[in-house]
């Protein structure tokens, strides 16, 4: 019997040489600098060409899709056996205390953006499938190991891969956490518009909060006016002494710059951040502002404010396979000449819709004169705990961490793995490990990620001699 820890920690140096160099490309999607080359902006390619280029190298079967999606094969047979991966990351954003794209190792740490998310769980696997490759296992299904450069946003690239190539008979993604990811929420996203209006006392200039929808906002930053400086100065001091966030505060030209800084986190979990933007809001809802600045605000303070679970709304629900609806105020603007975005990301279970969802939320911003539209969704997804591919993976997780205990999960993320009807998202982040991603100082244990290939070892081993 094949001692998979051992095949692992043999790949450890190799693993690490490669997967540093693609952690060092600043992979994140750049709409501004898209091209007919480049669909998503030059980083995500660049990333995707490297990947291909390794495994080439290392004896796979590539092809590169419009520099949106490619793959790399082995094996063969009527079957096929897709991973579905990822090499795009979200921004950096601030305060890190390494720089985001030059990995480090502290501790046995490996911290940079992409470490758990999903860079490093991503090659674990990749090595996992190369390993048995190179040791000869005769694969009775065809493999590919597909990946996408954009998953952090709306997926292009994994949506062209299925457009155009055939679809596989199951699969899984390394892009959540273990042990079996068998079922995910649905995802959709409502978009709000607030109008203009800035003719208070106090006035609204500008409110920033939020880089991704999915990702809780850790900074806010807002320009006013107000009658009395020093009186608003002296209040957010003590505003910033009672509350859950640091912050500053500066005198522009014609008034003041507010600062307040919480704590980023992942979009499905809303409640492990602090939303800097709401936060913020909270603040100033006591001044005296009006218009479409006063509705900003107010919706911010009052309604969404340490409302993840949308309680507010009268819409909380709660399934009891799925779990909770939740919500993250992902994206928070305001400038006085064109009104205010607010983007308010769900995750939802199934029993509830979002047209539902829409309605109860109308219902408030109706006499604010705030308008509502939904964005693209994504239906919830579930795969029976009893088919073969969720017990295989669970086999591979308990026999390699002995948690005998362990039991497929449902999640609100948001993986590939939804895109198959046999697929499930598996690893890499370990029960006790912190989730760090979409945060700052992102970093996954060295140790984890070669214990997650081990896990992969196995599963692909047995999912394609079976």
Known sequence: MTDWMKAAQSQEKSYLKDLTNLLKIPSVRDDSAATDEYPLGPMPAKALQEFLKMAKQDGFRTKNIDNLVGYAEWGEGDETLAILAHLDVM?????????????VIKDGNLY???????KGPGMACYYALKYLKDQGVKFNKKVRFIVGTDEESNWTGM????EVEPAPTMGFSPDAEFPVINGEKGQFSLLLDVPAGNSGKAQLKSFQSGLRFNMVPREAVAEITVPD??????EFGQFI??????GKVEETMDGLKLTVIGKAAHGMEPEKGINAGTYLATFLNKYDFSGGAASFISFLAKYLHLDTRMEKFDCSFTDDVMGELTMNAGILNYDEENGGKINMNFRYPKG????EIQAKVEKITKSLAITVNQGDGQLPH???PDDPIVKTLMEAYIDISGDQNAKPEVVGGGTYGRLMKRGVAFGALMPNTPNTMHQANEFQPVNDLITSMAIY??????LVTD
């Open 457 to 462: 070892m196995q599963a692909i081993n047995n």
């Open 159 to 162: 949506h062209r891969y299925f």
């Open 229 to 234: 400086k020093e009186q608003v100065t002296s």
């Open 91 to 103: 921004p950096a954003g601030k305060g890190w205390d390494t720089d985001p794209f030059d990995p």
């Open 382 to 384: 579930y795969v029976d």
């Open 112 to 118: 940079a953006r992409g470490a758990s998310d999903d």
């Open 241 to 246: 002494e009672n509350n859950p966030v640091t």
């Open 352 to 355: 509830i819709t979002p047209d």
